[in-house]
Nanobody, 111 residues
């Protein structure tokens, strides 16, 4: 059974940083792409970033230069480091793999 468990969200001031984590289980982690998607209050889903099994990385324009996705295949974990956070980054952040979604972690950027 595929399981994805996000953590690391919270309340941060504008300009601050957070590192989100997603612990995966139930599949051969190092073979598959891992994706971060977010949903801001009252808005639709927005693709944020992805990392392939081989480590290639991709970013939405909205986070390019501020976000860094990485993976630790030994720990079956994918990370999203977000810097220079803006209020518009406020959202629930979901980890997605193989069509499965985690429960999400809330990120709130506010002074």
């Amino acid at each position: 059974e595929v399981q994805l468990v996000e953590s690391g969200g919270g309340l941060v001031q504008p300009g601050g940083s957070l590192r989100l984590s997603c612990a995966a289980s139930g599949f051969t982690f190092n073979k598959y792409d891992m994706i971060w998607v977010r949903q801001a209050p009252g808005k639709g889903l927005e693709w944020v970033s992805a990392i392939s099994g081989g480590g290639s990385t991709y970013y939405a324009d909205s986070v390019k230069g501020r976000g860094t996705i990485s993976r630790d295949n030994a720990k079956n974990t994918v990370y999203l480091q977000m810097n220079s956070l803006k209020p518009e980054d406020t959202a629930v952040y979901y980890c997605v793999a193989l069509g499965h979604w985690g429960q999400g972690t809330q990120v709130t950027v506010s002074s």
